[in-house]
């Protein structure tokens, strides 16, 4: 079965760096758009960036533009998501996502989820 791992999170201060992995197995990865979305305590998924299947093209929400970088190691079937500049506001549970189809912005138009890993940063 499709099974998607996320890992990388963990606790930073703010101005700090991670970089959260998502393992995708049980499906032709080079054949999915991904994306990672996060919720936050109270507050709905929201989606952070997607990439397409090839990588040739990647969207990004406002809050994280020039600060989050979405890629993807089709060799390793694993996609990424680099945050720098890390804000206490980007605390909030990380989850990858995998559709088919091209890049999109809304929970519901994806297919498979991760469980999720949580980032947290502190002031």
């Known amino acids: 079965q499709v099974q998607l791992v996320e890992s990388g999170g963990g606790l930073v201060q703010a101005g700090d760096s991670l970089r959260l992995s998502c393992a995708a197995s049980?499906?032709?990865?080079?054949?999915?758009?991904m994306g990672w979305f996060r919720q936050a305590p109270g507050k709905e998924r929201e989606f952070v960036a997607a990439i397409n299947w090839s990588g040739s093209s990647t969207a990004s929400a406002d809050s994280v533009k020039g600060r989050f970088t979405i890629f993807r190691d089709g060799a390793k079937n694993t996609l990424y998501l680099q945050m720098d500049s890390l804000t206490p506001e980007d605390t909030a549970v990380y989850y990858c996502?995998?559709?088919?189809?091209?890049?999109?912005?809304?929970?519901?138009?994806?297919?498979?989820w991760g469980q999720g890993t949580q980032v947290t940063v502190s002031s």
């Open positions: 049980g499906l032709s990865f080079s054949s999915y758009t």
């Open positions: 996502a995998a559709r088919q189809g091209g890049v999109a912005f809304t929970t519901t138009l994806y297919d498979y």
